[in-house]
T-cell receptor
Framework: QQPVQSPQAVILREGEDAVINCSSS?????VHWYRQKHGEAPVFLMI?????EQKGHEKISASFNEKKQQSSLYLTASQLSYSGTYFC????FGSGNTGKLIFGQGTTLQVKP | DVKVTQSSRYLVKRTGEKVFLECVQD?????MFWYRQDPGLGLRLIYF???????EKGDIPEGYSVSREKKERFSLILESASTNQTSMYLC?????????????FGPGTRLLVL
């Protein structure tokens, strides 16, 4: 079952902040975040492992609450280059070393000047 | 730099045709994946492979099959293409790393079935 992302779409002005959420109905081993720009392949941003850690990539950070089976992606002081579709990919226990991810439906982010 | 290539960027086929989509990666990755991407549905896993000749069904395998005869190559086969298989198809690969497997994606093949 796919994780659910919210919101589905968001429009920002440069410099504004945004939060994208990813919720799963299953216990998660890890959450992966990817960004896809229009016409391009998805590109890896970061991985969150169980343990509630928070990670950062430029001005983009994320958290993982394993009890709530949720992850959130935080984009601060957004830049035009942040525009794209963000996907969370979830890995459940028992997937072994297959690297199998189940992706959410995506959140489209548009940053305007 | 990891490179994942797909045989075609755009493909137009007729209903009932057998379609082959090929994916090649150059990083000696064990794991390879085929997804289809549709608006509002995100990336849905069709099949994946964690070793040569090994394959497992993903969430939407109906109407598709796969082949992995060599480690670097993973083929997706549409046995008899139908219009509802019009979509963007993405291939990805990763190396086993205890839950930290980063997936590297190819540029995608946009398939139109008429």
């Amino acid at each position: 079952q796919q994780p659910v992302q919210s919101p589905q779409a968001v429009i920002l002005r440069e410099g504004e902040d945004a939060v994208i959420n990813c919720s799963s109905s299953k216990a998660l081993y890890s959450v992966h975040w990817y960004r896809q720009k229009h016409g391009e392949a998805p590109v890896f941003l970061m991985i969150l492992l169980k343990g509630g850690e928070q990670k950062g990539h430029e001005k983009i950070s994320a958290s993982f609450n394993e009890k709530k089976q949720q992850s959130s992606l935080y984009l601060t002081a957004s830049q035009l280059s942040y525009s794209g579709t963000y996907f969370c990919g979830t890995q459940t226990f028992g997937s072994g070393n297959t690297g199998k991810l189940i992706f959410g439906q995506g959140t489209t982010l548009q940053v305007k000047p | 730099d990891v490179k994942v290539t797909q045989s075609s960027r755009y493909l137009v086929k007729r209903t009932g045709e057998k379609v082959f989509l090929e994916c090649v990666q150059d990083m000696d990755h064990e794991n390879m994946f085929w997804y289809r991407q549709d608006p509002g549905l995100g990336l849905r896993l069709i099949y994946f492979s964690y070793d040569v000749k090994m394959k497992e069904k993903g969430d939407i395998p109906e109407g598709y099959s796969v082949s992995r005869e060599k480690k670097e190559r993973f083929s997706l086969i549409l046995e008899s293409a139908s219009t509802n298989q019009t979509s963007m198809y993405l291939c990805a690969s990763s190396s086993p790393d205890r839950g930290q497997e980063t997936q590297y994606f190819g540029p995608g093949t946009r398939l139109l079935v008429l």
